[in-house]
């Protein structure tokens, strides 16, 4: 519940924190039968605060560490970073999240504007099965076929390997995407 596929799940995290917060300040008072921390409002104020405070600490330590985590960045130093100092800690983050993803921006645009190896690599990148560029034949019979097609119309031979569902050519023992051994045609 707390953790998705590995990560901590920041919305749950603040759901709970606000939970028990409001547990500490409605059992703080006495209601329900309970006693609570003291029946003084000096005393609860100053404590719930305090809790609030400490709460909203870990809540931010913990969100600022998964995204750091998520960007490739030690999430435990930037995550303890802000829960020791609190809003200083915060400012640091956001701006060296800020700066990074300005470097990032740059060195997209910079590459888009100038592919390297020149205008061949401004073409979109081409799925790396092809069957043949001119006419595409079965590896069976050696009948017209099209790159999408699973099965040969005209023999019922299979057009893709068993193990990796790639498209696969006339002659090849082995699929280069799977290392599967193919049948011998």
């Known amino acids: ?52 405070s400490g709460l909203l600490q870990l809540i931010l330590g913990v969100w600022v560490g998964v995204d750091a985590q998520k960007r490739g960045s030690n999430g435990y130093f930037w995550g303890l970073l802000v829960f020791f100092t609190s809003i200083v800690g915060l400012l640091v983050y956001l701006l060296w999240v800020t700066d990074a993803m300005e470097k990032i921006s740059h060195e997209v645009n910079q590459v888009k504007a100038h592919p390297p190896g020149g205008a061949a690599a401004a073409a979109p990148a081409a799925d790396p099965v092809v069957v043949d560029a001119v006419l595409p034949t079965c590896p069976s019979c050696g009948g017209d076929v099209e790159d999408d097609f699973k099965v040969c119309p005209a023999c019922g031979g299979s057009l893709r390997c068993p193990g990796c569902d790639k498209t696969i050519r006339k002659g090849w023992q082995v699929c280069p995407w799977c290392t599967t051994r193919l049948d011998a045609s």
């Open 1 to 52: 519940m707390m953790r998705q596929s590995g990560r901590i799940n920041p919305g749950l995290a603040i759901v709970l924190a606000i939970v028990a917060v409001a547990f500490l300040l409605v059992n703080s008072r006495g209601c329900y039968g309970l006693t609570g921390m003291h029946d003084s409002r000096w005393f609860i104020t100053p404590w719930s605060f305090l809790g609030f």
